[in-house]
């Protein structure tokens, strides 16, 4: 309850509006095509590509505002909520700064295992690509099954059985009641 309030207060200062988001999730997820998007969120998206992508390359959050307010001539304001709309489209949004920081240093890693797969320095490669993949939880072990202490506790059923006389011959008060015991 406590973390659905947190992230319901964490959506509010960001001023992500989920439904607005909710085209590019569905372009994400392949349901919709880049062409059934209006002109106005395909610009949008690629303005997200491009905000994201210079996150991942490790650029720093007032370098990104700057180039976004430079770039797409909007003000500071503007260029925030641009960011924290990218962030929560890429980085989900349970945990919007977290997840979004984990993903991109992930991105990062990836970035930096193949400039150095090209520069042929092998022992970096393999340390910049394991530290990607420990970020994307790769070698996480996964619990399967179900917990058996939970089959361990008696379980009690309580029965609840009302009966309905129709019959309005029979007679008022205690003798129209009966009782049945479920034992027998």
Known sequence: MAKEKSITRLRKLLKVNESALDPYYRYYLKEI???????MQQEKLERYMKIWSWYCMGRTKEVILSTIMRD???????????????????????????????????????????????????????????????LAGIYDTEDMGWDPTVWNKPVKEVWAVQVINNNFNAPAGDEATQTIDIDE
């Open 33 to 39: 095509e880049f062409d059934d998007l209006t002109s």
């Open 72 to 134: 797409y001539a909007v003000e500071s304001r503007q260029a925030q909520y641009d960011l924290a709309e990218t962030i929560a489209l890429h980085g989900r949004l349970d945990q919007v700064q977290k997840d979004g920081l984990r993903v991109a240093s992930r991105e990062f890693h990836y970035l930096l295992a193949q400039f150095a797969m090209k520069d042929k320095q092998w022992d970096v490669a393999m340390r910049a690509r394991k530290e990607g993949d420990v």
